[in-house]
Each structure stands twice: as structure tokens, then as C-alpha cells.
């Protein structure tokens, strides 16, 4: 029982600083319709049709509302991904998209992309979590390089010297590519990791000693965030802070810190685990066209957008385009070593002299082949780990380029939907003015307890948008209320009336006359006209099909008198 309380204690204290605050996101990963749905059951029932218009309505004035940037995101993505010579697909000819005019239309796609972006509660990745992300290894450890130079730089550093304050704290490749990240996750793993750990064994004795003696000692855990929940205010006063969760990160080199730790738990099952990146999506424009394909009018490639789900952040060097995979340290080890005798063998025989002995030709052959086998395995454990990298990308990838952007604009309105639909729903249950911070509160309790999400809801960005429709009553200056349902009904109803104001003057004498003849051209009359008509003609047709039948059956009536009178004629033949 000692010996059991003294490994648990142990480990305790080799898994000290582990723990990582995450920041909840503002993303609410729910379905519109589950929302709604709970919502409403929130309400009395004899206001559930009322506030279910209210919805309806909302949606349909905000999709209208939207219409216009989606129109402008839709055009400015095709123009940032012209090809010369296809300038009149677009409405353009080669002299007005000159390259000025196209790098424009793309930095304005970009500003477009990240304005869209952030309405649907994306955040940019920053430096600190990518030193966070790229210090360690989950399960992803196949070594790659990012061959940055197939990326264009132009666009991106165009755009960024425009927006300094967007710039600001983002990675230095960022004038490459944007990582764009919503939600966090949790992704486990279970197993006895033997080549890990035999890589890991190799790495520890050979790579990092050597690395240190060279002056270029990297580290081994990057502990960027803080190890608890809490934040400490400007009076030193610390409370939790509901808007952040702490978790254990659990690599295989934080389980085994050292050559140490890794001999004892080397047969060992070991449980990993890792923060996860829910949704993912890159931006980056190549530097020159695909093969086989035209390049853009200032002679760049296409422009592409990608989107991935539940990257772990250790591995999200994962998601990156045009990577280098190189071999292992255990594949180099174990060929270096039969290159270094072949190569070894070969000087001593030209020492000796024994060269041009039949029996040192014989180890030469051998030799040589032997080098030839190391260089054709180091290619192969190549190729097998792009493939292997190939396969969890695959498994990880969503959509893509126009896909991946109808996506996107559908789930920024999805979003600001949602976030109005809650708060105004927790709003009119309460029937009470309530501050802010209250209804933050309310409605993060709801999802927490109706869903299980943690979420750091966006009330500024959804109490503004409701003042904006009237939904709300701002009272004393800190203090806000639901707009009572038939006031706010109204008010949907009215502003839903007048999208479009071309109402004829009820002054005009010829008022009556214009609504006439719309009356005429309306499309229920003409279908209530051609119902008519059909119908008659129908009366018509059944009249001709009764005349036919009745003089059908006279005839048939006749025959059979005709055939019965001819019973029993005798007929003769000659």
C-alpha cells in the first residue's frame, strides 16, 4: 500500500505544471433549431407563437440584412482567384483587372474574410499559442518542415501594414498564412507508445545533447498560460474567472520528463491527452499557380481557404500546405550506422591495400549494397510518413474554397441569430431590467445546464444588435428590459413592411385603378383564373366522354339485336 501512495505521489509531482487555462469561446456550438427549441419551453405557453414570430422574424430581416456582404464576399473571392485570361468571367477585360486592381480586390477579400470571420466568433491565432502549439507532440510526431517560400507574401503583408492593430501579437509567419481558430475540445489517447518512447529515448540521448553543445537548446514545455481559473484584478483582488477552464495537458514528455521516468514507464499503458482546436480554418495564397494552371493577374496562385475540426494544439503544424516530412531519428540511427560501416570499410581497404583482394571486393560489394538498402529504407520511411500525414489530414478536413465560405457566412448569421435569440428569450422570461453582467450570466447558465457548453457569451455584441431592432429598452443607463411582445411584434411588422417603399399615394385618385389592375396581375388570381378555366374545361370533357358512352351503348344495343335475328339462317355455299 506504501509503495502504491509513493508511485501516486510521484507522479503527482512529475505532472506538476501540466495544467493550461483555456479561454472559452464566444461560439455557441449549438443548433439553431435546439436553441430555439429551448428557449421557447423557457416561455408561458400562451407567449410560445408570440416570441416564435418574433424569431421568425428576426432571421428573416437579418438574412435580408446580410444579403449585401454576402453578395460583396461571394464577388471579391472570385476576383481574388481569377486567372488571366479568364477576366471576362468576372465582368472584367485584361486592361481594367490590370495587377494593381486585382491585388486590391484580394486585399479587400481579406478584410471582408476576417470581418466575417470575427462576427462568427473566430479569434487569430497568436504568437504565444503557437509557441505553445509547436514546442511539443501529441500524436502528430512525424518530423515536417513548412516550406514557407511556396506561400505568397505580398497579399497578406499588403493587408496587415493596413491593419497594424489586427497585426499586432499575430506569429511571424502570419504574412504567409492566417489561422483562424473557434471552440476548444478535449482528444485522448490510449496505449503502450513503444516507438514513441523508443524515439523519444533516442531523442533525449542523442538529439538534445547535441543540440545543447551546438548552442541551440530548444525547450522542452512552453507553459504559456496559467495554471487555475482565477483572474487577478488592478486592487490584487483574484476571483474565478467563469470564462476559462483549466486543463491537464498530458503529452508523452510531460508523462516522462526524463530518461529516468521513461526507463520506469517504458512498458507501461500510458493515457495521453491534449486541448483540441474544435474548428480551424487557414488562409493563404500561393506564390505561384498550381500545375498545369494559369497564374493570377500579378502572376501569384490561387487564393485558398480551408477549413479543419479538432486539431489538437500540439499538432497543428498538422494543417499546413507543402511540408517536408523527414525521416525520424530512430530511421537515421539505425541506416546512418551501416552507411558509417560501409564508408568505414571502404578507407580501411584503401589503407591496407587491400582493395583488389577478392575477398575485400566481396565486402565491398556487400558494403555497397548494404548502402544502397539504408538509402532506398530512409526513402521509404519517407514516403510512408507522408502518407501517414496524408490520412489524418484527410480524416481531419472539412470543407474548402466555396464551400468552405458558404459555410462560414451562413454560420456568421447563424451566430449573431443565436446570440440575440438568447438573450431576449432570457430577457422576457425574467420580465425584470437587468444589467448586463446579469444577463451574461443567465444565458451562459443556460447553455452550460440545457447543453453542457462553455461558453463566453458575446452580450455587448448581442444587446447592441438588439437596440438596433427595438427589442430592447435601455433604462437608467446600466439597465435593460425585453420590448413587451406586441410592441416589439409591431415593430418587426412594420420594419419587415417597408423593406421596400413603394406603397401608391392613398391621395392619388388612380390609387384604386393601380390596385385593380395589380389585383389582375397577381399571381393568386392569374393561378385562381387558370383553376377556373381548368375546371371548365374539365365540366366540358366529362360532357364529351357521357355523349360517346350513351351512343357506345346504343350501338352495342343494336348489334346484339342484329346478331340474335340472324340465329338460325341457313347459309349456303356453292
Not at 560501416?341 to 591495400?353: D, K, Q
Not at 393561378?527 to 366522354?545: G, H, I
Request: aromatic residues 8%.
Amino acid at each position: 500500500m506504501g509503495s502504491s501512495d509513493d508511485a501516486k505521489s510521484r507522479d503527482a509531482r512529475e505532472r506538476t505544471n501540466n495544467f493550461i487555462r483555456i479561454q472559452h469561446s464566444a461560439h455557441i456550438p449549438v443548433g439553431m433549431n435546439f436553441l430555439r427549441d429551448a428557449a421557447l419551453e423557457m416561455i408561458p405557453e400562451g407567449d410560445r407563437g408570440a416570441v416564435g414570430d418574433v424569431i421568425r422574424m428576426v432571421r428573416s430581416l437579418f438574412h435580408y440584412g446580410a444579403m449585401e456582404k454576402r453578395d460583396r464576399v461571394k464577388k471579391d473571392f472570385a476576383l481574388a482567384n481569377v486567372k488571366v485570361g479568364e477576366e471576362k468571367s468576372v465582368g472584367y477585360d485584361g486592361a481594367r483587372l490590370n495587377p494593381t486592381a486585382f491585388e486590391a480586390a484580394s486585399v479587400d477579400f481579406v478584410g471582408e474574410f476576417c470581418t466575417m470571420m470575427a462576427d462568427a466568433e473566430y479569434t487569430l491565432l497568436t504568437q504565444k499559442e503557437w509557441e505553445l502549439a509547436s514546442a511539443e507532440d501529441f500524436l502528430f510526431t512525424l518530423p515536417v518542415r513548412v516550406d514557407w517560400s511556396c506561400h505568397d507574401k505580398a497579399l497578406l503583408k499588403t493587408f496587415l501594414s493596413k491593419n497594424p492593430a489586427l497585426a499586432a501579437g499575430l506569429p511571424q509567419f502570419s504574412e504567409r498564412a492566417l489561422v483562424f481558430k473557434r471552440g476548444t475540445g478535449l482528444a485522448k489517447a490510449k496505449g503502450l507508445f513503444i516507438m514513441q518512447k523508443i524515439e523519444m529515448l533516442l531523442s533525449m540521448l542523442i538529439k538534445e545533447p547535441l543540440l545543447a553543445i551546438l548552442g541551440q537548446k530548444q525547450p522542452v514545455f512552453v507553459n504559456a498560460n496559467s495554471s487555475d481559473s482565477k483572474k487577478t484584478f488592478g486592487d490584487g483582488k483574484t476571483v474565478e474567472d467563469r470564462n476559462a477552464s483549466v486543463i491537464e495537458r498530458l503529452t508523452l514528455r510531460r508523462l516522462m520528463p526524463n530518461i529516468f521516468v521513461l526507463f520506469r514507464k517504458l512498458f507501461s499503458t500510458l493515457e495521453i491527452q491534449e486541448p483540441t482546436f474544435k474548428e480551424v480554418v487557414l488562409l493563404y495564397r500561393m506564390a505561384r499557380p498550381l500545375d498545369d494552371d494559369a497564374a493570377g493577374p500579378s502572376g501569384c496562385g490561387p487564393l485558398i481557404i480551408k477549413s479543419y475540426v479538432d486539431i489538437p494544439m500540439a499538432d497543428l503544424e498538422m494543417i499546413f500546405p507543402e511540408k517536408t516530412v523527414s525521416v525520424k531519428l530512430q530511421e537515421i540511427i539505425q541506416n546512418g550506422i551501416a552507411i558509417v560501416v560501409a564508408i568505414g570499410t571502404l578507407l580501411w581497404a584503401f589503407v591496407t591495400g587491400e582493395i583488389w583482394t577478392k575477398k575485400m571486393q566481396t565486402l565491398l560489394i556487400a558494403c555497397a549494397g548494404k548502402l544502397g538498402q539504408s538509402y532506398t529504407a530512409i526513402n521509404v520511411a519517407r514516403t510512408r510518413y507522408s502518407g501517414m500525414m496524408a490520412k489524418d489530414l484527410i480524416q481531419k478536413s472539412r470543407n474548402a474554397q466555396e464551400g468552405m465560405l458558404m459555410h462560414l457566412l451562413e454560420s456568421m448569421e447563424d451566430q449573431e441569430i443565436k446570440e440575440m435569440l438568447l438573450a431576449f428569450v432570457i430577457l422576457t422570461v425574467r420580465g425584470k431590467s437587468m444589467t448586463l453582467k446579469e444577463i451574461d450570466i443567465e444565458c451562459e447558465d443556460f447553455l452550460r445546464n440545457v447543453f453542457g457548453v462553455d461558453c463566453d457569451f458575446d452580450i455587448e455584441g448581442s444587446m447592441i444588435k438588439l437596440l438596433r431592432e427595438g427589442l430592447v429598452e435601455q433604462r437608467a443607463g446600466v439597465l435593460y428590459a425585453a420590448t413587451p411582445l406586441k410592441t416589439a411584434l409591431a415593430l418587426l411588422d412594420n420594419k419587415w413592411d417597408n423593406i421596400f417603399d413603394y406603397n401608391v399615394d392613398a391621395v392619388d385618385g388612380g390609387r384604386e385603378d393601380a390596385l385593380a389592375k395589380y389585383a389582375n396581375l397577381h399571381p393568386d388570381t392569374v393561378e385562381a383564373s387558370l383553376r377556373d378555366a381548368l375546371n371548365s374545361t374539365d365540366k366540358e370533357r366529362a360532357k364529351v366522354v357521357n355523349d360517346l358512352k350513351a351512343q357506345n351503348d346504343v350501338l352495342t344495343k343494336e348489334v346484339g339485336e342484329l346478331s340474335n335475328s340472324l340465329k338460325g339462317f341457313n347459309w349456303r355455299y356453292s
